[in-house]
């Protein structure tokens, strides 16, 4: 069904979560991570500048807009720039003193989606929805749910996913956590048989934009949908055993990306009464909203 932040905040009164690919990939890297998150809904107060996710979030929205003006680009673009521009990284300072370019430039990003405009305008398959989020049932009392950047008809119905990334040749679309819960929200949704295309938009320092504009397209067989199928129910039973017991472990994936993860000063608190004063001074609660984000 198409589905709403309300939908959720509906489902979980009546004791239902509904899991996305991204809550289900922090409860695979640190339980305990995820009760921080998802469970207490916990957020920093003051998050450092996050230039990667609003390139990323901003980049989304233009090719939203675009879609939806029947690919007007000076609309795209205007629309881009509107929500970066106050966000973008500033130039660095290199060991010379000399200026060094940002990597998240306003810029690079209107370059970058006016490359993709040129590339992919005549793609003719009629566009179904974009930006479309749905929940749906994979077995009696468990919920996926996602937002789905595009759906396309041609040979087969198809979803898309843009992904703004500076390492385009490390994405697997096999197997795929997010990929496959969106090839089961629209095949569930539609009844047809779905097919996914990856848009990859590389960002790149050195490399021009048309040289690493790359689409992937991929399908499933049910084989693998079985092997996803019963990886997804075997984390969501762990998630509710952790729930109904509230015991949440760590799991030490505490610096992901060499970057510390932002509930480590929690992990290291000395007492209970210094991880509570923590969680006050350093925390916000926020519940996660699948239908807010992109990724
Ligand atoms: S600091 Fe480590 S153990 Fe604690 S929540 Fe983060 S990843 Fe898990």
Same mark, same amino acid.
Not at 252 to 255: A, F, G, K, T
């Given at each position: 069904m198409q589905a709403d932040t309300g939908t959720l905040q509906k489902l979980r009164q009546d004791g239902i979560y509904a899991y996305d690919p991204s809550a289900l990939r922090n409860a695979i890297s640190c339980l305990c991570m995820y009760n921080y998150r998802h469970e207490m809904g916990l957020v920093l107060k003051n998050p450092k500048p996050n230039y990667a996710l609003d390139f990323g979030s901003s980049g989304h929205k233009s090719l939203e807009v675009w879609e939806n003006t029947k690919r007007t680009d000076s609309e795209a673009i205007r629309t881009f720039i509107d929500m970066f521009k106050s966000n973008e990284e500033p130039p660095g300072i290199g060991k010379t003193g000399k200026e060094l370019q940002a990597t998240y430039s306003t810029i690079y990003g209107c370059s970058l989606l006016t490359a993709y405009f040129n590339k /992919?305008?005549?793609?003719?398959?009629?566009?179904?929805?974009?930006e479309l989020t749905l929940a749906e049932e994979l077995i009696p009392g468990v919920y996926l749910c996602g937002r789905i950047d595009k759906i396309m008809k041609g040979r087969l119905l198809t979803f898309s996913d843009y992904k703004f990334t500076k /390492? =385009?040749?490390?994405? #697997?679309? #096999? =197997?795929n956590l997010q990929f496959l819960t969106y090839d089961f929200l629209v095949s569930k949704l539609t009844g047809e048989k779905v097919s996914g295309e990856l848009d990859l938009l590389g960002i790149s320092k050195?490399?021009? =934009?048309d040289d690493i504009l790359t689409r992937v397209p991929f399908e499933y067989t049910n084989v693998h949908r079985k092997a996803w199928k019963d990886s997804v129910l075997y984390l969501v039973d762990k998630i509710n055993k952790c729930r109904e017991n509230n015991y949440w472990p760590q799991s030490?994936?505490?610096?992901p990306y060499f970057k510390d993860c932002i509930y480590l000063p929690l992990c290291q608190a000395v007492d209970e009464g210094l991880r509570q004063a923590l969680v006050s001074s350093m925390f916000d609660v926020s519940f996660w909203d699948p239908f807010d984000v992109v990724d």
């Open positions: /992919y305008r005549d793609d003719r398959r009629q566009i179904v929805d974009v /390492y =385009p040749d490390r994405h #697997l679309t #096999l =197997p050195t490399k021009s =934009p030490w994936q505490c610096q």
